[in-house]
């Protein structure tokens, strides 16, 4: 069974959760807003079902309340920041504030932000990017239980690694905020992002063929594989969930790995790099760790050229004759626009396994919903 529940509301029960479990009202309002966009955006898997995880990593102490962000190195193009263990939504848009403005003033900024909890949907850090005219670039590593197997594997060895490009689309003359239909490439290198398998297992469904393979390393369509242990094995082995699979074969896989060096290692929050065992897949606290590289065009003398060949370009693949069973040509962050539109009107579908969940977590800060 699905609720269909209105935006407002569910950023009001959010917010009054997270001020519980002892966030400021800022900072619940953000995480509260982020979540429901995710959700807006249809993105659940993103959204607001990532609530009980917050409240048990904030529990756990995994997840620390008002954190302030760090800053470690600033030398105007370049930033290096900590997060310590900050909420995501909050932390990641402190860190974009800043390396947009030394990306402003300077024309570009490297930035590493290290040690995050989960920073949720990285295309938002796109989308206020080119809402200032910047492109940007996001490499992001997950420490958390290793759910992805690497190509030619049978376990998972790593995170769903996001990887997000955002470029201004932008007509000649006309502002950023005129004009919203940038391009916000934001994907899991994984074939099919983890909260997905969460949603698809609370409301039951089986998957596709050939996102996952089980405890065995053998393909299956149970979601559940990568959400709930599905043998005690013998301590300390891995193999007690399933894996998703690297989207692309070897290049996804390739791609992941990078993620890793430049999220993980190159950022300071570190790779993953030990054997699961029991205790440790019961943690939910989700570490996130991301390298991101601005660039100002006007800085970098080509923003006429990058106003006249991108329209262009992109106006020629709309030209495409749709093929049988598509309307028309899109480009990556239209289906969220238009998600947004829609689901701000009719309200945000969420299943019943996952709003007693949510329930729940805020029960345990004593909230009833």
């Known amino acids: 069974m699905q609720k269909l529940i209105q935006a407002d509301y569910l950023r009001q029960q959010l917010s009054a959760v997270l001020i519980a479990a002892s966030s400021s009202s800022q900072e619940a309002e953000t995480v509260a807003n982020n979540l429901v966009m995710a959700n807006l955006s249809g993105h659940d898997s993103h959204g607001v079902g990532m609530l009980p995880r917050y409240i048990d990593a904030v529990l756990e102490g995994g997840l620390t309340p008002n954190a302030t962000l760090k800053t470690l190195l600033d030398t105007g193009s370049l930033l290096t920041l900590n997060a310590q263990h900050g909420y995501g939504q909050v932390m990641g848009e402190q860190a974009m504030q800043l390396g947009i403005e030394r990306a402003k003033v300077h024309g570009s900024c490297i930035m590493t932000l290290a040690d995050s909890h989960h920073l949720g949907r990285i295309g938002h850090f796109a989308e206020m990017a080119v809402a200032q005219g910047l492109v940007s670039i996001h490499f992001v590593n997950v420490i958390s239980r290793p759910v992805v197997a690497p190509w030619g594997g049978t376990d998972g060895r790593f995170g769903t690694n996001p990887c997000c490009i955002g470029i201004p689309l932008n007509r000649q003359g006309q502002s950023n905020a005129a004009h919203q239909n940038h391009f916000i490439l934001d994907f899991a290198t994984s074939k099919v992002a983890q909260g997905k398998m969460r949603v698809a297992h609370n409301q039951g469904k089986t998957v596709a063929p050939g996102l996952l393979i089980d405890e065995r390393g053998l393909p299956t369509t149970n979601p559940g594989v990568v959400v709930v242990p599905q043998s005690t094995g013998e301590e300390g082995a891995p193999g007690i969930f399933g894996a998703l699979m690297p989207f692309g074969e070897h290049k996804g896989y390739g791609l992941a790995v990078a993620c890793e060096l430049l999220g993980g290692a190159l950022t300071g929050g570190g790779t993953w790099h030990k054997t699961m065992d029991a205790a440790g897949a019961k943690v939910r606290a989700v570490t996130n760790s991301m390298l991101t590289i601005l660039i100002d065009p006007a800085k970098l003398g080509t923003q006429a050229a990058l106003e006249n060949d991108s329209v262009a370009f992109i106006d ?30 009719d309200g945000i579908e969420i299943d019943a396994q996952t709003w007693d969940e949510i329930v729940h977590a805020a029960k345990k800060f004593g909230v009833t919903l």
Do not use: M, N, Y
């Open 316 to 345: 020629w693949l709309r030209k495409s004759p749709a093929a049988q069973g598509f309307d028309a040509v899109q480009i990556a962050g239209e289906p969220e626009r238009k998600a947004r539109l829609k689901r701000a009107q």
